[in-house]
Structures are given as C-alpha cells and as structure tokens.
C-alpha cells in the first residue's frame, strides 16, 4: 500500500518534469502560429511568419552558412579524426596519455573559453600575417577542433569491439594495405563513420558561444541570427524559424532511430 | 651471431615503423588541436598578464593589474562589482546542480525501475529537448516568463512581482534556466548508476530491519554515488562559466563570469581583465575534474566519465 503511493507519486512527478522540460519548445511551436505580433496572446492560427521567412535574405544566408560550415568541418573532423581513432586503436598498448588527454581537451573546456581562445589567437595570427581574417574559415577550424574528439572516440571504440583476430585474418589472406583499407577497414567502419559525420554535424548546427566568437560580419549562423534578432527584440518571426530547426533535429532523430532499429533487426 | 644482429635490426626496424605509423595517424588530429586549442589557449592566458592598452587589446609590459581588476580594483578605487558576479556565478553553480540532483535522482529511479520496453524511450524524452539549440530554449522561456504571461499573471497575483513586470530578467529566471538546461546531464549518469543497483543490500538492509530511509541511505545511495558525481561534474563545469541564459535571462542584475569575461572581449573593454576570468574558470575546471578522479578512485570505481 506505502509502496504504491509511493509509486503513483513518482509516477506524478515524472509527468510534471516531462511537462517542464516540453513547456518552452510547446510554447515557441504554438506562437510561430500565432496570427498577432504580441507575445503574450494567441489571436488565431495563421502561416504568417512562415512566409515572411521566405523572403528574409538575412535568414535564408544564415540558413546557407550554417549549412556550409557544418558539412565541410565535418568532413574535415571525419577524416582527422577517424586517423586519430585508427591510429589509438592500432597502438593501445603504448603509453597514450598525453594524446587522450589531448583529446579531451575540447571536450572539457568551457566553450566561452574556447571560443575565445580562438578569437584572440585568430586577431593576433591577423595581425601578424593579414591570414585568417574573421569568417568562414575561422569558423571551419574552430569548428574542426570540438569535433574531432568526437569522431576520434567513436572510430576508437568502434575497433575495441571488433574481434582482433580479424585484422590478422585480413592479412593472413594477403590483402595489400589498401584491399585491406577498401574492404576490411571501411566496410567495418561504415557506420562509426557516419554517426560520426551526424554527430559533428550537429554539433556544428548546434553550437552557438564558438560560433559567435569566430564568426565575422558575413558569416552569422543560424544561432547567431536568432540571437541577435533575439537581443534588437522579439520578433515573432523567431518563433518560426526556432520550430523549423526543432522539426529538422526530430526528423534527424527519427531517422538515425530507424537506422539503428533497422540494423539492430538485421 | 650475424643471425642474432639481423633479428635485431630488424626488430628495431619494425619498432621504427610501428612509430612512424603511430605519428601517421595521431600527427594530424594531434597538431591541429595543438595548434588551434593549446597555442589558442596559451595565447589567452598570457594576455592576463599583459597591461590593458587604449583599445582594450593587451600590450606590455607584464603586470597583474587584470587580477587585481577581477578582484574589483579600478580606476576611483574599489568596487565590490566584479566580485559580486563572481559570488553570484558561484551560488547560481550551488544552487542549480542542488536544484539538478533534487529532481533527476527521483527521475532516473523512475526509469530505471520502469518496464524495460519503455526505458530507452523515456531517457530519450529526457534528452530530446537538449538536442534543440540552447538559444531557442532560453528563448522558449522568455516567452513563458514574459510580462502578461499566465507565469507572469500568477506571481503577480502571489505577490511576488510588480504590476506589469515579467519574471525575467531576474536571478531567478537564472536559476530555472540553468536547471531546465542541465538536467538531462545529471538524469543520464544518474540512470546509469541506478542500472547496475545491487538490490541485494538491499534486501540485506530490509531483513536486517532497517528502515527504509535507513536501507535507502546505506544500500542505495552509495551505490549511485559515482554516477552522481559523474552529473555534479558535468553540470555545475559548464554552469560555472554559462553565457547565454544569464545574458537573456539575467540582465545587467544576472551577469555571470561568462559575462564578465564576455564582455571585456567586445567594442573596447579589457582583453587582459577577461583572459584573468578565462582563467579562473580554468582553474575550476580543472579542480572539478580533478576532485572528480580522486573521489571516483577512492570510490573503488576509477571509471572513466565518458560524455
């Protein structure tokens, strides 16, 4: 009897967290349909904001860098990081402790020290040489470098859970080191590759402080945009975009979700 | 002999490949974090011991004049201003991973004791918020804390608020926003440890006749131990030197060190004042990671937080 008041309590109180943690998103979805400018009333559904999307230049090159800067630092993070997951892999044995914890460095530092990190030394190396100037490119290292931990360790523990006999077996059989590469190495690593190169490209859309640090006056974000629109004052419009970018990071979810229902069927 | 000398070239041959093969791989990844995080990194701590020049950037000579500013020395004397958002980054960092722990302990039980079917799908209704951008989150809750706003109709009708204000920007907005933002960091770790519960101490405690606050205190709560310590990390780290929700949600009145730090970076401020607060959040970092492997070895566990 105790224990199952007890239950029913908790039970309570997990629906209270999930409304909690549903609340500001519900809210940013229900407004970007909201008819009025005002905030604080819902007057009537209406695909306004959405329109006014379209034609908002300012959005639509956001939209475009966001998208740049994501694909290209991720691949690049991919193939960096995949050589540093190889190569921990093939020489586990060996004191690597400097190298791990040279790669938990991005991971732990605070992203506002980061990001400005990168600011001060991008100024200084322009100042220096006139390279580097405040943009994509800053972006795209900046970018590179959180991500690389990521792929590194996913690659890494990808090979742990291989059966080492394999490698011997692949070259038992004679496989040149590049037979070896195209039909041993990435078939097996096909998919720490790609839940790699989803993971980074997240992080990339997602991030915000690095982003905001190295960007420079062409290359605002999507985050950054919303931000700044955020900090002139609400505009309803960033309602719109916000439950965009909340419908592409469910579908993204759902995909990798059937993906691995799929696998793990197979 | 000879055969003796050709095995030993050759194995010193294979050691020298096998080195060459280790800088292959790791030389790429290794040198761009060097150059683009380490040196970056050095970089920003040598402008806190730089002099403040009339554009905010650091020039010489060295001096520690940045410190003696973060600890709220300027140019009419002493003011407590930069020690108080330190004081307030530090108890909105308590405050928040307490608030954290009191709500994902009861939650991750929840869960963890939850048909098998389910639990994957409600850690994921857990998490699923995060993964939104963590401006529009904050943002989401500007619009709920916003003056005319039910929220906002209810304090006001308790008392709490002024007419027609919202409940940001406030300290308290602060506090909700840290909390929303950080509690999947400490259900995950929590759920982990819950996982793996011995319920046979417990059992033990209830056939010994302990109570079960008693049989709570002394079978499970040192069992979820470790994971706890794995959240407190992972939470109050990143709280510590937050930038965007005390920005939206905290006003001038809210700033944190992040802030702080922030700010000397933009127009004309204080590169070397900022690099002096990048460090302090260097140093609590390390400290917490830190105490956090003590602890975690002690503990019997030495188990690697993985994020």
């Known amino acids: ?266 | 002999m000879a055969y003796h000398a050709t095995l030993a070239t050759a194995r010193s041959r294979a050691v020298v490949a096998e080195s060459r093969h280790l800088l292959l791989t790791v030389a790429p990844g290794a040198l761009w974090i060097i150059v683009f995080l380490v040196l970056p990194s050095l970089y920003l701590m040598s402008v806190a011991f730089m002099t403040n020049g009339p554009y905010g950037l650091p020039e010489m000579p060295l001096s520690l004049t940045s410190f003696t500013q973060l600890a709220g020395q300027g140019f009419l004397g002493w003011s407590p201003g930069n020690l108080m958002t330190l004081g307030r980054s530090l108890w909105q960092t308590v405050l928040s991973t307490l608030l954290v722990v009191l709500v994902a302990y009861p939650i991750a039980y929840y869960i963890s004791q939850s048909d098998q079917r389910w639990r994957p799908i409600m850690l994921l209704a857990v998490v699923v918020p995060s993964w939104t951008n963590q401006v529009i989150r904050t943002f989401g809750w500007m619009n709920l804390l916003a003056p005319g706003t039910p929220l906002a109709e209810l304090a006001e009708a308790m008392g709490m608020i002024a007419p027609n204000m919202g409940l940001y920007p406030s300290n308290f907005a602060v506090t909700l926003g840290l909390v929303y933002n950080f509690l999947p960091f400490m259900v995950l770790p929590l759920y982990a440890a819950f996982e793996k519960l011995n319920l046979s101490l417990v059992e033990a405690a209830q056939d010994l006749y302990a109570s079960p606050l008693k049989a709570f205190w002394h079978a499970v709560f040192p069992q979820t131990l470790p994971g706890l310590l794995a959240g407190v990390v992972l939470v109050a780290i990143p709280a510590f030197g937050m930038y965007v929700i005390p920005e939206l949600l905290g006003g001038g009145k809210g700033m944190m060190l992040g802030n702080l730090v922030a700010n000397q970076f933009a127009g004309s401020a204080n590169w070397p004042l900022g690099a002096a607060g990048a460090i302090l959040m260097l140093i609590a970092t390390f400290i917490g990671l830190y105490a956090m492997r003590r602890i975690g070895k002690r503990l019997g566990g030495g188990e690697e937080v993985v994020i």
Request: charged share 15%.
């Open chain 1, 1 to 266: 009897m105790k224990r199952g008041r007890f239950h029913k309590g908790l039970r309570g109180f997990w629906w209270l967290t999930l409304g909690f943690l549903y609340l500001p998103l519900i809210v940013v979805m229900l407004f970007s349909f909201n008819a009025s400018n005002s905030a604080a009333s819902f007057t009537g559904v209406s695909l306004r904001w959405y329109r006014r999307l379209l034609g908002n230049d300012a959005i639509l090159s956001a939209l475009g860098n966001s998208l740049l800067l994501a694909v290209v630092s991720s691949l690049l993070a991919l193939m960096i990081g995949t050589l540093i997951g190889y190569g921990m892999y093939r020489h586990r044995h060996r004191k690597l402790g400097w190298l791990i914890v040279l790669i938990y460095l991005p991971i732990v530092l605070p992203d506002i020290v980061f990001g400005i990190s990168e600011m001060t030394f991008f100024v200084k190396i322009n100042e220096l040489t006139g390279l580097l100037s405040p943009g994509l490119t800053t972006m795209t290292i900046a970018h590179v470098t959180f991500q690389v931990p990521f792929v590194a360790l996913i690659v890494y523990s990808r090979f742990v859970g291989l059966d080492p006999t394999l490698f011997e077996a692949a070259k038992d059989l004679y496989a040149t080191p590049r037979q070896r590469v195209q039909f041993f190495m990435l078939p097996t690593l096909k998919p720490a590759l790609i839940s790699g190169f989803l993971l980074s490209f997240t992080l990339s859309l997602d991030d915000f402080v690095i982003s905001f640090f190295t960007a420079g006056p062409e290359s605002a974000t999507l985050p950054i945009y919303i931000w700044s629109a955020i900090r002139k004052g609400v505009t309803p419009e960033i309602n719109a975009i916000a439950t965009l970018m909340m419908a592409a990071v469910a579908l993204a979810a759902l995909m990798s979700l059937v993906l691995t229902r799929r696998r793990a069927a197979s």
